[in-house]
C-alpha cells in the first residue's frame, strides 16, 4: 500500500502543472461616459490589452450599467479568441440607464467555486461613476452595503484580486479603493479617457506579469534563451514613424518586416513582436517613454515571490527571487556566482540594494525591507544581470500610514485564543470618538459582525476562538473616528486573515496528517483482511499499479535527467 502510494506522489510530481491566470474585465457603458469618454477611447485601450494577453489566460469580457452583458465569452486566450475579441470591442458603447456595480461584480464571479483557488483570479473593473441602480438613494445605499459587506467577503475567500480604473471625479473612489485594498489588487484614476491605454497596460502588468527584459535608453539585450520577444513602444501625436535596429545592424519599420515579425501599428502606439529573435543588442529608435516595455518568452526565467500591494507603515516586506529553467531552480554555483540581483525603488524616495543569497535554500536570493520605506507609492524594480543576460521584474507597491496598529496574538490555553488588538494613535484621534466593528467572514460563505471592545490598556480588542479544522477566517475592519481637532476620520486597515497556521507550524501539520493517513490505512488493511476476495482483487489491482507506478518512475526520472543536461547546456553557453 505504501509503495504504491509513493509511486503515486512521483507521477504527481511529474504531473505538476502551473496555475493559469484568469482575467474577467468589466467595462462601464452607462450613459455618464457620453462625457468623460466622448470618442470612445475605451475600444483602443481594450484592444491594446486583448493583444497582450498571453496564450492559455483565461479571459473575458463583459458590459455593465443596469444589466452587466457578455461581450467575450469566457475562454483560453489563442488567436481565433483574440481576433473575436478585437472584433466585439467595437460594441462598446455610452447607452446605458444606471451603474449596477453589484450586479456586474456577481456576474462575472458567478461561477466561482468555494476553495477552487487553482487559478490567479483578477477582476478588472472600470467606471466613471458611483453605484447606482436606481432614483432612489436609499436602494443606491442598500446596494453599495452589499458589496461592501456580502460581496466583498466572498470574493476574499475566492482569492480574488479586483484592479479598478475610476474614469471621473464622479466615481466612488472609497469603494474602489477599498476593494483593491482588501483582495490585494491595485487602484488606478484616470484623468481624462487619454489615458486609459496606459493605464490598462499598468494593471496587465501587475495582474498577469510576464517575463521582460531591461530597457535602458530604448536598448535591450537578447539572450540565446530568448524564443520570442513582444515589444510596446507608446507614441505621441507628432512622432516619427518606430524603427528596430536588429544587432547586426539592418534595420526594420512598419512599411518593410520579415513574416516572421508581427507588427500591429495604431496612432498612439507600436506592437511588435518577433519570433526567433537574433541575440545581441537591439536598438528602438523612437521616442524614450516610461511605459515602454519588452516582454519575453523563455524557459531561463526570473521567478519572484507574489508581493502583496499594499503593506501598513511598519510591515516587513520581502522580496525574495531566483532564476529557473524549464521551471527548475538554477543552483550551479559557478553560474550563480555571475549573477547580481539588484533591487532598486523609484518613487517618492529613492533606494538600491542587492539581494544576499539565502544560506538556506541555494540559489534563492533575499532582501527584507522595513524601516527603509516611508509612506507612499513605489515601483519595484528587480533586475537579475548575468553579463550575457538580463531578466526584470516590476511591482507597485503602497505603503500606508495609518493612525491606528493593528495586531494578532494568540493565547493557547484561552477559550478564546485568537485576540487582534487594535491601538489607535492618540496623537491623531480623540479616544472617545473611536469605535471599531469587524465583519469576519469563512470559507463557506458566512458572515458575521461584531464589535470591538475596550481593553484595560486603552486599547481595542477582539477575542475569537480558533478555528475549526482547515478553516480560514478573513476579518474586515470598519474604523468611525475623529481627529484630536474634531475632524471625521474613516481609517483603512488591510484585513487579516485567520488560518491554522497561527496554531501549529508546517512540520507539525504534516506530521499529524501522516499519522492520520497511517491510521487510516491501518483500519483498511484490518478491514480488507476478512475479504479474501477482495484481496484478491487487490492484489492485482497492486501488481498493476506497481507496473504502472515503475514505468511512471524511470519515465519520470529519464525527463528529469534530460531537462537537466539542457539546463548544463544551456548555462554553459550563457556563462
Known amino acids: 500500500m505504501r509503495i504504491f502510494l509513493l509511486l503515486l506522489g512521483l507521477l504527481a510530481i511529474a504531473e505538476t502543472t502551473l496555475a493559469a491566470n484568469e482575467m474577467r474585465i468589466l467595462i462601464d457603458v452607462s450613459g455618464s461616459m457620453k462625457k468623460t469618454d466622448p470618442h470612445n477611447l475605451r475600444i483602443p485601450a481594450l484592444r491594446l490589452l486583448l493583444e ?9 469580457v463583459w458590459l455593465f450599467a443596469e444589466d452587466t452583458k457578455t461581450l467575450v465569452p469566457l475562454a483560453s486566450v489563442d488567436e481565433p479568441w483574440r481576433k473575436k475579441a478585437l472584433k466585439s470591442s467595437s460594441k462598446i458603447h455610452s447607452r446605458g440607464l444606471f451603474t449596477d456595480i453589484e450586479k456586474a461584480l456577481q456576474t462575472v464571479s458567478k461561477d466561482w467555486q468555494d476553495g477552487d483557488k487553482k487559478n490567479q483570479r483578477n477582476i478588472l473593473l472600470l467606471t466613471d461613476g458611483m453605484v447606482d441602480v436606481a432614483k432612489n438613494p436609499a436602494l443606491n445605499a442598500a446596494s453599495k452595503a452589499r458589496i461592501e459587506k456580502e460581496l466583498l467577503p466572498r470574493l476574499q475567500q475566492m482569492g480574488a484580486h479586483i484592479y479598478t480604473i475610476a474614469l471621473s471625479d464622479q466615481a466612488d473612489h472609497a469603494l474602489l479603493k477599498r476593494l483593491s ?6 487602484s488606478e484614476t484616470a484623468d481624462s479617457a487619454e489615458e486609459l491605454q496606459r493605464l490598462f497596460v499598468k494593471i496587465f502588468k501587475k495582474a498577469v506579469p510576464r517575463d521582460g527584459l531591461p530597457l535602458n535608453n530604448n536598448s535591450f539585450t537578447v539572450d540565446l534563451s530568448v524564443k520570442e520577444f513582444t515589444l510596446l513602444v507608446f507614441r505621441k501625436e507628432g512622432s516619427p514613424a518606430t524603427e ?12 518593410q518586416y520579415p513574416d516572421s515579425v508581427r507588427w500591429r501599428h495604431e496612432p498612439t502606439y507600436d506592437l511588435i513582436t518577433v519570433a526567433q529573435p537574433m541575440p545581441g543588442q537591439w536598438q528602438l529608435v523612437a521616442d524614450v517613454d516610461p511605459d515602454n516595455q519588452v516582454m519575453i518568452v523563455t524557459d531561463l526565467k526570473l521567478k519572484v515571490q507574489p508581493v502583496p500591494h499594499y503593506f501598513s507603515l511598519g510591515e516587513t516586506l520581502t522580496v525574495s527571487a531566483e532564476l529557473t529553467e524549464h521551471e527548475k531552480r538554477i543552483t550551479r554555483k559557478n553560474f550563480l556566482k555571475l549573477v547580481n540581483f539588484e533591487l532598486k525603488q523609484q518613487g517618492e524616495s529613492e533606494n538600491t540594494w542587492l539581494l544576499q543569497p539565502d544560506p538556506e535554500q541555494t540559489g534563492v536570493f533575499r532582501q527584507r525591507l522595513k524601516d527603509e520605506l516611508s509612506p507612499g507609492t513605489y515601483e519595484l524594480i528587480l533586475t537579475a544581470d548575468g553579463n550575457t543576460f538580463q531578466r526584470q521584474w516590476t511591482q507597485s507597491v503602497e505603503i500606508i500610514a495609518t493612525p491606528v ?6 493565547e493557547e ?12 494613535d492618540i496623537n491623531v484621534i480623540d479616544p472617545g470618538s473611536f469605535r471599531a466593528k469587524a465583519l469576519i467572514a469563512d470559507d463557506q460563505g458566512h458572515t458575521l459582525e461584531t464589535d470591538f471592545i475596550q481593553a484595560p490598556d486603552g486599547g481595542w480588542v477582539l477575542k475569537m476562538k480558533k478555528p475549526k479544522g482547515h478553516q480560514t477566517l478573513i476579518v474586515n475592519f470598519d474604523i468611525q473616528a475623529k481627529s484630536v481637532q474634531g475632524q471625521t476620520l474613516t481609517p483603512v486597515l488591510k484585513p487579516v486573515t485567520i488560518d491554522p497556521s497561527l496554531f501549529e507550524d508546517d512540520e507539525e501539520a504534516a506530521g499529524d496528517a501522516e499519522e492520520e493517513l497511517e491510521e487510516d490505512l491501518e483500519a483498511l488493511e484490518e478491514a480488507d483482511a476478512s475479504e479474501t ?13 506497481l507496473v504502472l507506478g515503475i514505468a511512471g518512475f524511470f519515465g519520470w526520472r529519464w525527463s528529469q535527467k534530460r531537462a537537466q543536461e539542457q539546463q548544463e547546456k544551456l548555462l554553459s553557453r550563457l556563462a
Do not use: C, F
Open 533 to 545: 476476495n477482495w484481496l484478491l482483487t487487490g492484489l492485482i489491482a497492486a501488481g498493476l499499479n
Open 405 to 410: 496598529q493593528s495586531e494578532v496574538t494568540v
Open 52 to 60: 497582450l494577453l498571453p496564450p492559455e489566460t483565461q479571459a473575458g
Open 413 to 424: 490555553d484561552s477559550e478564546m485564543p485568537v485576540q487582534i488588538h487594535l491601538t489607535p
Open 181 to 186: 485594498l482588501a483582495t490585494d489588487g491595485w
Open 244 to 255: 528596430l535596429v536588429k544587432p547586426d545592424g539592418s534595420r526594420w519599420n512598419y512599411d
